[in-house]
């Protein structure tokens, strides 16, 4: 208890932060050096029934009354997590203002569809964004362009927790680190709290709200479900995870299970070394967490209140400036154990589609999706269920580099797979099939003509295109 000790005598000094803050920082500390880390015993595991983790099929269709519908919508609050940044894709500020697609960003989407939505049914659905102390001040900004739509768009910051010098539990910004570094947002475990610390839960159940749906801001998919909101109300679930089957891509997802009678999610940094491939197989765990999840507001009040979150805790170890720090996080997927009548919902593949990377770029501003009305469709011409997977080199990571490298983005419909690597640029209207492989020689610049049609081809310089 001398490090937890150590750490309260430097919070009267973080003057940045809420006592809110202070005090959940403290609990997330306790709760790790207590060691009450959770081992998964793996004979205890089981495969969810259909009751607990339900498939998207079976769910109640709609009834056709729009006044039914509109019913509905008025009890839901849509949530984007919107803390993150869009360093890994080369841009500066938050990440959901990268353009997606005809010009438009993972915002200007999210805002048109709950548009369209209070449009069509007369209702009031608001979105709320959960910024960390990286975004909010662009995201302030951004939000402006959005006052003259009938969305009403509710801004809070999730809590900012000092990052701690690995070697003395010494909070970092007390160690010769002031500035941004010293900090770090602890996860979106921390919506539950941090949305009860704004203002904002009790205010939305005042207005009659019920249920929040909360989901990344990069994932395209993570659209309003009517007859997963239905499903919900009709058999009072507190807490519905959507999942989906696994591909390969998907190995590292977090899971669900049946353990002590309850669900819980189970992720790969809870999984004992022996078992790791068998949690990878596709066969014995099917699915994954989407992380789009619907909560009940009231059950959030109520859990939030008796500090009864207790979220497995994810030790992110860092380096920043030569000095190796901690930061503690909880995811709020984790969370589906400590509510009543928690369930999943094996959703089709098409509610994840998470942008993470200029290839999920390169996906969804092809022909193999459409946009209309804020919603990005995938293209019903396309036999295959599965997209194409993508593989692009250094060069097209940051998204500038990416968009001058396409005159056009190639239609890619008819492809299985593409490796890009070198120096490679696209001219405009080229169509790729099949497999297809490019890889420019070190030193060489390597242009595709306009109008070039590859099917399983694999170029390593221009001869290989006159062919």
Same mark, same amino acid.
């Given at each position: ?33 207590? =060691? ?54 080369? !841009?500066?500020? +938050? ?7 005809? =010009? ?8 048109? &569809? ?8 007369? !209702? ?49 910004? !007390?160690?010769? &680190? ?31 709200? @019920? ?22 109300? &009709?058999?009072?679930?507190?807490? !519905? ?63 939030? @209140? ?10 992110? +170890?860092? @380096? ?44 969804? &501003? ?19 269920? @599965?997209? +194409? /997977?993508?593989?692009?080199? +250094? ?15 190639? /239609? ?56």
């Amino acid at each position: 208890m001398e490090k937890l000790d150590h750490i309260k005598s430097h919070l009267p000094s973080l003057s940045q932060i809420s006592e809110n803050e202070k005090n959940g920082f403290i609990n997330l500390v306790s709760r790790y050096l207590s =060691g009450e880390a959770q081992h998964v015993e793996w004979s205890k595991i089981q495969t969810p029934t259909d009751k607990v983790v339900v498939p998207y099929d079976s769910l109640a269709p709609i009834s056709e009354d729009p006044a039914e519908t509109k019913k509905l919508l008025d009890k839901l609050v849509v949530l984007k997590l919107n803390g993150g940044l869009g360093t890994t894709m080369g !841009c500066t500020g +938050p990440k959901s203002v990268i353009e997606v697609r005809s =010009g438009f960003t993972f915002l200007d989407l999210i805002v048109a &569809q709950i548009q369209n939505l209070n449009t069509k049914y007369g !209702c009031n659905v608001p979105l709320v964004l959960m910024n960390s102390f990286n975004t909010h001040d662009d995201t302030m900004k951004i939000v402006e362009l959005y006052s003259n739509t009938n969305v009403k768009v509710h801004i809070f910051n999730q809590s900012q927790y000092p990052r701690l010098v690995a070697e003395d539990f010494t909070p970092f910004p !007390c160690k010769g &680190q002031p500035g941004k570094d010293g900090w770090y947002p602890p996860g979106h475990g921390d919506v539950f709290p941090s949305l009860k610390n704004s203002g904002k839960l009790d205010a939305f159940l005042a207005e009659g709200k @019920e249920y929040v749906f909360v989901a990344n801001s990069d994932n395209l998919g993570a659209v309003v479900d009517l007859k997963i909101l239905n499903h919900l109300i &009709q058999n009072k679930n507190e807490y !519905c995870m959507e999942v989906t089957p696994k591909t390969l891509a998907d190995v590292k997802g977090g899971t669900l299970i049946s353990y002590d009678g309850k669900v819980q999610l189970l992720e790969i940094a809870q999984v004992p070394d022996a078992h790791v491939n068998e949690f990878k197989s596709i066969e014995k765990f099917k699915i994954f967490n989407t992380n789009n999840l619907w909560v009940s507001l009231k059950a959030i009040k109520r859990l939030v @209140e008796a500090d009864a979150l207790k979220m497995e805790i994810i030790p992110n +170890p860092k @380096e920043v400036e030569g000095v190796k720090v901690l930061q503690l996080e909880t995811a709020a997927g984790a969370a589906i154990r400590f509510f009543d009548n928690a369930i999943g919902i094996n959703v089709p593949r098409s509610r994840f589609l998470p942008v993470k990377a200029t290839s999920d770029l390169l996906l969804v &501003q092809s022909d193999l999706y459409t946009l209309a009305d804020g919603y990005v469709s995938r293209n019903t011409a396309r036999a295959n269920p @599965e997209n +194409p /997977s993508i593989e692009l080199g +250094p060069e097209f990571k940051k998204v500038s580099n990416f968009l001058s490298r396409f005159k056009s983005i190639p /239609s890619i419909i008819n492809l299985d797979s593409l490796i890009v690597s070198g120096d490679v640029w696209f001219g405009a209207n080229v169509v790729l099939k099949g497999k297809v492989k490019i890889a420019a020689k070190e030193g060489v610049k390597l242009e595709i003509p306009d109008g070039t049609v590859l099917e399983n081809k694999e170029i390593n310089g221009p001869e290989g295109l006159s062919a």
